[in-house]
């Protein structure tokens, strides 16, 4: 099962180019400002690209799906599954996806560090081949240009209890790429506006291997 995720597109899609595979992963921020109308030029490009199955979380930029929830997802359409704290089986594999990250000026799925995000991700199931979050875990991918770490521990204790054979995220722009920690393959998935190139992962039931992963920004 080949598949190809990104994150972080903002609508930047024109010159981005999308290599062919099983299932197609958007792991969030889809969106610049949010609004119903960039859901649907985003969402457009999605049911364009030629992957049989395509798999969407929201990110902070991607307001529709908090502020007119049942429109955000209509306009993605019956083709693509949309996770938001779900769980779902496709292409054989079983994804669970949520957009939730630590608090960041006034934007969407903000939830304070502590108890209110490690709720969240207490309801992550073990059993997974693929978790999907828009952002990092503590430490893993979660670098910005001044080498501050702003991952979530909370995410991160609960990955290491659930253990998902592989974890995709995006929203740092500035540290691409894909590691192995206690068993679970994680990537930062960001394409950051066209910057980097989409992230191929061939998963199979005995093994996950990375098959193109863009050098950080």
């Known amino acids: 099962m080949r598949i190809v995720a990104v994150a972080d597109t903002h609508l930047f899609t024109d010159d981005l180019v999308v290599p062919d595979g099983d299932v197609f992963v958007h792991a969030g921020d889809l969106c610049r400002a949010g609004t119903l109308d960039e859901l649907a030029r985003a969402a457009e ?18 307001w529709s799906f908090v502020r007119e929830p049942a429109r955000a997802r209509a306009l993605l359409g019956d083709d693509v599954t949309y996770l938001e704290g779900e769980a779902a089986e496709v292409g054989g594999l079983r994804f669970w996806g949520g957009p939730w990250q630590p608090e ?23 059993g997974l081949d693929v978790l999907v979050t ?16 702003t991952g979530d521990a909370d995410l ?14 995006g929203h740092i722009h500035q540290d691409g790429g894909f590691w192995e920690r206690d068993g679970v ?6 394409t950051w506006e066209c910057e980097r190139p989409p992230t191929v992962i061939d998963v ?14």
């Open 45 to 62: 490009w999605i049911r364009a690209l030629p992957h049989r199955r395509k798999v969407v979380i929201a990110g902070n930029h991607d």
């Open 104 to 126: 960041f000026n006034a934007w969407a799925f903000n939830l304070p560090r502590g108890a209110a995000l490690a709720e969240k991700w207490s309801a992550i199931p073990a």
């Open 134 to 149: 828009h952002g990092p875990p503590e430490g893993i991918g979660d670098q910005v240009r001044d080498e501050r770490r």
């Open 156 to 169: 991160l204790t609960q990955v290491l209890r659930a253990k998902p054979r592989l974890h995709l995220f």
């Open 185 to 190: 393959r994680f990537a930062n998935v960001t």
């Open 204 to 217: 199979d039931a005995s093994s996950i291997r990375a098959i193109s992963v863009p050098p950080a920004g």
